[in-house]
């Protein structure tokens, strides 16, 4: 059975660097029939899409925070890592992690998916 | 405003069908067969419900089914159960730059 879990700061300070993990079990990050994703979840924006990574290191982010995000791989821990940068109050959210099944390199569906971890920005 | 949208609520009595639409546009659910469904109870992860557009995963119920018409996606929930009130969430590869998109939610009340 797959298993995903998030970890990392759950305050963060504006401007800093939000900085998550995501351990996964029951899977090797290493197989390349998948990506590994991050995505949020707030009550003003709802669910939006963050980003993904591919073992080879291809990775894909959402256009709105592609300037602040990087996302990395740990193959050898099995882990895969989240950092956004410049932090506002807007990043305030639940953070999921998550497989994303692709289709001919295409984004298909995600399953299964962390239980998520708050992060607040705040002073 | 999410780029996919949904009604932002649906109720039907136990024992009954419901649908929840799930409307894009020519650039995601319109074109390709990767939309997906995800159930989420409050203070959980979503889970996956149905996947390319009519498929379920091992052990989600024959209650949950998915079709598409046009730009737009629906999820049946037949035989309505207690255990299905749940906000439910669509989502689709789109060719735009963002890539993946999810609808807004919808509460399902269970009556």
């Known amino acids: 059975q797959v298993q995903l879990q998030e970890s990392g700061p759950g305050l963060v300070k504006p401007s800093q660097t939000l900085s998550l993990t995501c351990t996964v079990s029951g899977a090797s990050i290493s197989s390349g029939a998948y990506y590994w994703s991050w995505i949020r979840q707030n009550p003003e924006r709802g669910l939006e899409w963050i980003g993904y990574?591919?073992?080879?290191?291809?990775?894909y982010y959402n256009p709105s925070l592609k300037s602040r995000l990087t996302i990395s791989l740990d193959t050898s821990k099995n882990q895969f890592s989240l950092n956004l940068s410049s932090v506002t109050a807007a990043d305030t959210a639940v953070y999921y992690c998550?497989?994303?099944?692709?289709?001919?390199?295409?984004?298909?569906?995600?399953?299964?998916w962390g239980q998520g971890t708050v992060v607040t920005v705040s002073s | 405003q999410s780029a996919l949208t949904q009604p932002a609520s649906v109720s039907g009595s136990s024992g009954q069908s419901i649908t929840i639409s799930c409307t894009g546009t020519?650039?995601?659910?319109?074109?390709?067969?990767?939309v997906s469904w995800y159930q989420q109870h409050p203070g959980k992860a979503p889970k996956l419900m149905i996947y390319e557009v009519i498929n379920r995963p091992l052990g989600v119920s024959n209650r949950f089914s998915g079709s598409k018409s046009g730009n737009t996606a629906s999820l049946t929930i037949s035989g309505l159960q207690a255990e299905d009130e749940a906000d439910y969430y669509c989502s689709s590869y789109s060719s735009s730059s963002t890539l993946v998109l999810f609808g807004g939610g919808t509460k399902l009340t269970v009556l």
């Open positions: 020519s650039s995601d659910v319109g074109t390709y067969k990767y």
């Open positions: 998550a497989r994303v099944h692709i289709d001919y390199g295409d984004y298909d569906w995600l399953d299964p």
């Open positions: 990574i591919h073992y080879s290191g291809y990775t």
